[in-house]
């Protein structure tokens, strides 16, 4: 300890009294000329917060809740941003999570906060939160670090099915939960209903909600008051070895991987040697800080707290999300980890042109080492040529990946039609489980005798009037109704459960538009279960085409092959010869259509010999054809591959 | 002459393969850019003449409409137009020494018949003495019904001028209408007449355009049957283009009503194609049908890609293997002809073309031609590979019919023989579209002829 105290004393030049703790810190982000660290050495004395004065949450809610908005709040209220500076949303860093207005990364910030001139100063650290079921898995890695969570409410939409879900996963992790009502300046706002579902669904104290408004700032000065009232403060033992939980990890182009740490026992200085007990490797971190809200170097972290470390790890495959880091040759407990991510859709990724192979390998090499939890495996296709076949933890989070590897790396690419790991017996007894229909047998000798399919526990939370209409569609989508109940007079709850295959493509839009958007949705693993599965080959000029392969119910084989010909038909262009589309199980043909030849494209004339113009013409033609896949001698527009998977 | 018979290569663009013609194969053509081909002659002026009575509604070519008021024998726009003309071929760099005269000449517009003769005897006189007109020289203009009558195309011909292009389009008053033409049906037919009896005009063309909105096949086969009755030596049948800004454009969508469907001007195409060769008429290039040996000869400039010299406003040249546009807009014509009497105007330089393009160049320009694409001399230009890239994306299509193998006797190869050999037992001496079929896609295979060259 006494070492420590001399390496803080040298490291932090001065400390200032009063608030706020930080020295004016523009852009921290990228080199700076006076470290050699990259970050700015701040004036911030960490050891002045121990664990009784530092609170760890996080803010967990349905979609459009209100809780970037609320984020937003506390990070001005508590001078960590500058109030109407900077984007709305701070935390949804990406350009997909601003389009979208979802949260896919969690993000992790500090704040230091004082109740009033002469109360002790707090150091809160909010562990924001995705609020899409695909990445529940984010959130209870965010909620490992946590002690407490605020659970926002729309004031007029009530609970909803994500409210239930994340209210769960924060109540298994023995979160203290403080429930937030919010929007209470709508019009339609029903605090009172609210708390009612509050009650009855979750048995939280009615009294015990806040109600806020995030966007006029009503009732905001009372949230953070009771985050330190209510929320336990961290347990760890400041004088135990050192253990730390890793809670995520990125690259950063200049300074190599940044992890997020919770720092749950001991103390950790920069130039101290650590250990990744999952790999057993050693690293000497170089940079330590917090995030306030960019990177402020501190030189230390205490029990407790949250902040980074930077350690010369080269990929965050090497930083495994949930594992637990010690100093270097110190034998420690490994802190239980998390859930791991369980990947529940599959689907190959191909460049659009086959020549991009490297840049579309490179987009996703640099892509993953932001979003571990997604796998990628090298695949061939006999008709995309070389690609990847990389594993999702949902649609969505698949959608996310797609998106961002055409607006952060510019990948033109083709994506097969999703598919969720089935799992078969052969009539020679061997068991295989299958994540490309593509490696389904399609030969008679090798017959399948049983299968077997993932399915989920959904929750479905809807106005009354709509509960017909949402049992037709879980009905038509082969699911099994478990619960059936009211939450309060106008909304029901139910639960079912469905093979995944059957929510994986439209099933949450569907219920959107058979609910005039009023349901709510969210899911849970479930298990595999018996299932009559065939696989779907579609078949151009009579030659199937593995890439537009599927494995779908035996029953609904027909409906589907008849949606992916018509599909196919309407997206490929005529050509210079007759294209037959079919789709076929074996060799029984479900669907068939014709694409008759193309019988004229010319340019009859070259004015005056300005043939530039004609040129022109052609090259765009030309270019138009680049962008096809070609597949004997089809050429197949992406816009195809896509419409693909919007079948369901 | 000489430099094209000796093909003068740098070494780091030629590279000897063993067992190979070391005159005509050069390996690393597709890797290389700059171009180390010799130039051909240029032997070709185009002129452009802009005037029109007004503006057809297909028509998106750079004119002037002078409205129908006026007198354009006397009109100032013409005659200051025509000064300026004169002063761009004044201050173009004349040929070398070892360029040729002038071997064709075409004025085209626009109208040019409404340009008053004596200013034509202008524009042809300055060509005259900056670059030379050959005796035997083609000098073709572009004619429209109702702007002349036999005296002004006496006048013409007695300028050298031997060769007139008639632009009919139609022959029904309804469609010419809808065309928003400046003549009627019986100007036309005056027209036809005054060609038909002109002493001195040995070959004349007569053009058509199909696919027009309300045009029925049996107008179509009306029209060609007209033509042919014309007795012109050339019939140049054009499938009407949709362009966008033009009345039409705003008007209607290709292959929906009142336009004929892609499957009805597919048979109009064909339709041609079918009865015009019955009557003497070859069909030489995509749109393009003459009497033995009444080929255009400047088109032919065109088609094989060799240079050519164009004045006037929007004018497209093609000098030392750069195209060059002229402005089209009056005002910026007028300072660029003054840019390039003082000197101002760089000089189109062949430095930096790319082969690969000047290869691209080639194919869409040759098979647009019956003579098809010459595959030898396209080996000696720009390499094997290149070729064999070619061959190898045409095959299915040779297959279907689209495009047919050649050899040196024109004789058409069967399916098995269309590869490219390294040895001289290769008989795939031409590459060319079918007729009608392979014409009529044209666009598409040509297309998929870029691709192999430039993936």
New interface residues.
Partial sequence: MALLQQVSKSTIPSFQRILPFLTTVGNVRGFSAQSNQGSKETGVDLSQFPPERIRNFSIIAHVDHGKSTLADRLLELTGTIKKGIGQPQYLDKLQVERERGITVKAQTVTMFYRQSEDAPAYLLNLIDTPGHVDFSYEVSRSLAACQGALLVVDACQGVQAQTVANFYLAFESNLTIIPVINKIDQPTADPDRVKVQLKSLFDLNPDSALLTSAKTGCGLEHVLPAVIAQIPSPSGNSNSPLRMLLLDSYYDEYRGVICHVAVVDGVLCRGEKISAAATGKVYEVSDIGIISPELKSTGILFTGQVGYVVSGMRSTKEARVGDTLSHAHTLVEPLPGFKSAKHMVFSGLYPSDGSDFDALNHAIERLTCNDASVSVTKETSMALGIGFRCGFLGLLHMDVFHQRLEQEYGAQIISTIPTVPYEFEYSDGSKVRVQNPSELSSSPSKRVTECWEPSVIATIITPSEYVGAVITLCSERRGEQLDYSFIDSQRALMKYRLPLREIVVDFYNVLKSITSGYASFDYEDGEYQKSDLVKLDILLNGQSVDAMASIVHNLKAQRIGREFVDKLKKFIDRQMFEITIQAAVGSKIVARETITALRKNVLAKCYGGDVTRKRKLLEKQKEGKKRMKRIGSVDIPQEAFNELLKVS | MLRILQPHFPKRLLCLPPLSNPQTICTNASSTTAVALPLPANSAA?V?LPFCRKRCHYCD?TIVALGSTTNSDSDPRISNYTKLLLREIHATEPNSDSDPLLKTI?F?GGTPSLVPPHLISDILDSLRSKFGISSDAEISIEMDPGTFDASKLDELLRLGINRVSLGVQAFQEELLRVCGRSHGLSEVEEAIGIMKSADGLANWSLDLISSLPNQSLEMWEESLTCAVAAQPNHIS?????VEQGTKFGYLYTPGEFPLPT??Q??DF?KKAAGNLPREGYEHYE??SYCKSGFECKH?Q??WQNRP?H?FGLG??S?INRT?F?RPKRMKEYTNYVENLENGSVADASSASVDLKDLA??VV??SL?TARGLDISSFVGKFGWDLTASLCKAFE??VE?G?VIGLDVKRKALPRSDFELGRDSDTQLAFIRLSDPHG??????????A??SM??
């Fill in positions: 185009y452009h070519f075409f085209g049948v054009y499938d009407l283009q892609v499957n001007s597919a195409y995509i749109s088109n400039t065109y050519f164009a004018a497209a093609y195209r546009s691209m160049d869409m320009l647009r299915p299509y279907s689209h014409f009529l896609l044209s666009n598409e295979l040509i297309a998929i870029f691709r430039s993936p």
